[in-house]
C-alpha cells in the first residue's frame, strides 16, 4: 500500500516557475512508476508527465506534448519523493495536479492505481 501527499500549488503569474513534490509513504517506493496528471475545471483528467521505476538501469521519463520542454519530472528514492518542475507556466496550465504510482510502472504507459488527492495551480495573466 502506497500513500501520496503532492504540496507545492499556487497562484503564479504567466511565465513563471513552481515545483511540486509527491512525497511517498510505503515500502519498495523504487518500484513505482510514478506520474503526474491534472484536471483542469470542466475537463476530464489528463497526463503530464512521468519517471519509470527504478529498479531498472535506465529510468525514463516521459512527457506530454503540451509540457514538453516546459517540464521536467523527477525523483529521490532516498527521500521517498517525486517532483514536477514546471517553468514557463502557462494559463492554460491552471489545473488540479494529481500525483500517481503503478508498480513497475514505465513512463511511456503509466497506470496509476495510486493517488495522491491534488494540488492546485493556477497562472495568472
Known amino acids: 500500500q502506497l500513500r501520496l501527499v503532492e504540496s507545492g500549488g499556487e497562484l503564479v503569474q504567466a511565465g513563471g516557475s513552481l515545483r511540486l513534490s509527491c512525497s511517498a509513504s510505503?515500502?519498495?517506493?523504487?518500484?513505482?512508476?510514478m506520474g503526474w496528471f491534472r484536471q483542469a475545471p470542466g475537463k476530464g483528467r489528463e497526463f503530464v508527465a512521468a519517471?519509470?521505476?527504478?529498479?531498472?538501469?535506465?529510468?525514463?521519463?516521459f512527457y506530454a506534448d503540451a509540457v514538453q520542454g516546459r517540464f521536467t519530472v523527477s525523483r529521490d528514492n532516498s527521500a521517498n519523493a517525486a517532483y514536477l518542475q514546471m517553468d514557463n507556466l502557462k494559463v492554460e496550465d491552471t489545473a488540479v495536479y494529481y500525483c500517481?504510482?503503478?508498480?513497475?510502472?514505465?513512463?511511456?504507459?503509466?497506470?496509476?492505481?495510486?493517488w495522491g488527492q491534488g494540488t492546485q495551480v493556477t497562472v495568472s495573466s
Open positions: 519517471i519509470s521505476w527504478s529498479g531498472r538501469s535506465d529510468v525514463t521519463t
Open positions: 500517481g504510482a503503478e508498480p513497475w510502472g514505465n513512463a511511456q504507459a503509466l497506470s496509476p492505481g495510486y
Open positions: 510505503g515500502p519498495s517506493f523504487r518500484n513505482y512508476g
